[in-house]
């Protein structure tokens, strides 16, 4: 699924999204429906149970990241022209046979199948989306139908709102919603609304508004499909404001879908705003918590466009995550190589992130064409438990440095441990069994390489290549870790520039020290230690976004951490920096430099080096 799977003709999906205007469509105008008039007959789903909604994260395939490509042959007939319905059912069969069999089950159709390769639209007399002859002669129920006869589900797209070429001057009737017309279900101003205005905002206080997405969901039910993205959504999508604010849309679908009677998964997409993440939680089954990670070049995807945006972006979504929802980094493209765009230890990366992440596992490759590399990642067993297992997400456990750790914990007491690379150049990565919460020894297990490494005394270190990563298991052999708390607010700290205390009813004592900024600095005095060595302090802060400050003990010299992002102003966080301490009383400073810092709550101290 991608941010711009467009009801438009998509820009270059980066940072900021290219807004191209859509000219109205004329529409042929129909009389009225009466009440229970279809238009087709709905297939009845009375008494069929809903299913319990995503339990793991979904695994699959989607078609935008090749409709997108400009690589060469992809998209031979124009922009977007990939999508048809003989490449459709040619991955349908690829999926079944390689990899079905390890839990990839979903095919979703992306934006443009109710478009023709001008980008016309096609509508039904009801305003709703109607298959493009050419892209899909058979119609959208065919697809599902061989979709289904595979073992597998099938999805399909949407962007919110009422989209412009369908509302035909105001008189296009909702389908069983006598008196009901398009005129009724938007805004009198015909404000428009989704991450590219392409479509009027929907007015739910009509209640023919509700009525016209039932009679969507009821066309979808019909056609058999089991997902459905709805995309553009607000606020995200690079739009904020009330215009662009579609939390009643989603409630909608969610409500029409239920409706049904058919077990339909509703994502939401894309860079959606984590300050309604509950909204988001409540009425859908995923979201998209981030930019489009193709290219819109004549690879699928590049390393920097936004696969490592995600690695800053995530942190602060990884509390939402759970049974019920999750957050959708986007598509997984690693499988056919010199297409994909990447580097073998970039795909591997890309591949851990997503793993651990617990995001949704489809790829957007042409699986007809997956090399060797890309099969063994999209096939990995060991990889594949830890996404559907039932640990929470992995977090970072270290600050945002180049170098950079993430682990989760367990049901069974294990640590799953993710090592990153992130920098342009080859470096080594430790992770110190200290931030996992122990010391002493511990068996490790490289998930992607299927071996044991043995045992490890306190840390592993492991030579990455430039964007490379490892993937372990790490069973704890040794002892609980021993931490000193020492409070940020504490009266015997030093406080200097504009740094001072305040309330705050999330931190441990009620209170934390914000304001670091411009030369602000905290100085945490009396941190004592019985060992001279270099300790893995654990800093417990809030930001709202990420920020640095420069760390030091004593009159030692500084080093400039990245703290990831919180989500909130309300929300602690928990990562460790290395600090060399000498034996007995020691000071920890944390200075804003030229920048801001964020607020802090706490520092954990172990008892071990």
């Known amino acids: 699924m991608r941010s711009p799977a467009h009801p438009v003709l998509p820009a270059r999906a980066l940072r900021a999204v290219v807004v ?6 004329t529409a042929t105008v129909v009389p009225a429906a009466r009440a229970g008039t279809t238009g087709a007959a709905p297939a009845s789903h009375a008494g069929t149970a809903v299913a319990a909604p995503a339990a793991v994260p979904y695994m699959g395939w989607s078609s935008w990241s090749m409709q997108s490509s400009k690589y060469p042959g992809l998209n031979p007939d124009g922009d977007y022209s990939y999508l048809t319905e003989a490449n459709v059912l040619k991955q349908t069969d690829a999926l079944a046979a390689k990899l079905k069999p390890y839990g990839y089950e979903y095919v979703n159709i992306d934006a443009g199948w109710w478009r023709d390769k001008a980008w016309k639209p096609q509508f039904d007399q009801y305003a709703r989306q109607k298959a493009d002859p050419q892209r899909f002669p058979r119609g959208m129920k065919a697809v599902a139908d061989h979709v289904h006869a595979k073992g597998l589900k099938a999805g399909i797209y949407l962007p919110v709102g009422l989209e412009k070429e369908a509302y035909a001057d105001g008189r296009a009737p909702v389908w069983n919603a006598e008196g009901c017309t398009t005129a009724d279900i938007v805004y009198d101003d015909l404000r ?56 009643a849309d989603v409630a909608a679908w969610h409500q ?106 489809y790829t957007g490759d042409d699986l007809t064409r997956l090399d060797s590399y890309g099969l063994s990642l999209l096939t990995n067993r060991e990889v594949i438990a830890v996404n559907q297992g039932g640990a929470p997400p992995a977090h970072p456990v270290t600050a945002s440095d180049p170098q950079r750790v993430w682990a989760a914990k367990n049901p069974d007491g294990t640590y799953t441990v993710a090592l990153f690379n992130l920098a342009d150049a080859p470096a080594s990565v430790t992770a110190d069994w200290t931030t996992l919460g122990f010391t002493g020894k511990a068996a490790v297990r490289d998930l992607w390489n299927h071996e044991n490494l043995g045992t490890h005394k306190n840390r592993i270190t492991e030579a990455l290549p430039a964007h490379g990563s490892r993937l372990f298991t790490v069973t704890p052999r040794g002892s609980a870790l021993e931490r000193t708390a020492y409070e940020a607010e504490a009266p015997a700290n030093t406080l200097a520039g504009n740094a001072s205390a305040a309330d705050c009813s999330a931190c441990s004592g009620d209170r934390k020290v914000g304001n670091l900024y411009l030369g602000g600095k905290l100085t945490f005095t009396g941190v004592v230690v019985d060992k001279p060595g270099t300790y893995q302090i654990e800093v417990a802060y809030i930001s709202g976004d990420a920020r640095s400050a420069n760390v030091f003990a004593n009159a030692g010299g500084a080093t400039r951490h990245t703290f990831p992002a919180t989500g909130d102003w309300g929300t602690v966080a928990r990562v460790h920096v290395p600090v060399t301490l000498k034996a007995g009383a020691n000071t920890v400073t944390f200075d804003s430099g030229a920048g801001y810092a964020p607020d802090i709550d706490r520092i954990d101290v172990p008892k071990t080096a």
Not at 20 to 25: D, E, H, I, S
Request: with cysteine; glycine share 10%; proline share 4%.
């Open 20 to 25: 191209t205007a859509l000219a109205l469509a």
């Open 192 to 247: 428009t609304t989704n991450g590219w205005d392409s479509a009027y905002k929907i007015d739910f206080s009509d209640p023919c508004a509700q009525k016209y997405i039932d009679s969507q969901a009821r066309l979808f039910a019909d056609w058999g499909y089991d997902f459905l993205k709805l995309d553009g959504v607000g606020p995200g999508s690079g739009k904020s404001g009330d215009h662009y604010d579609n939390v």
């Open 256 to 361: 029409a879908i239920a409706a049904t009677g058919r077990p339909i998964h509703l994502e939401v997409s894309w860079s959606l705003d984590i300050g309604r993440a509950a909204d988001w939680k409540k009425h859908s089954d995923g979201w998209r918590i981030d930019t489009d990670v193709e290219c819109y070049c004549n690879t699928l995807v590049s390393w920097e466009n936004s696969v490592d945006d995600r690695f800053d972006d995530l942190p602060a979504w990884t509390r939402h995550a759970g049974p019920g929802g999750w957050n959708d980094l986007d598509s997984l493209d690693v499988g056919n190589g010199a297409m994909d765009g990447l580097t073998k230890a970039e795909r591997q990366t890309y591949a851990t992130l997503w793993a651990i992440a617990k995001s949704p596992l």
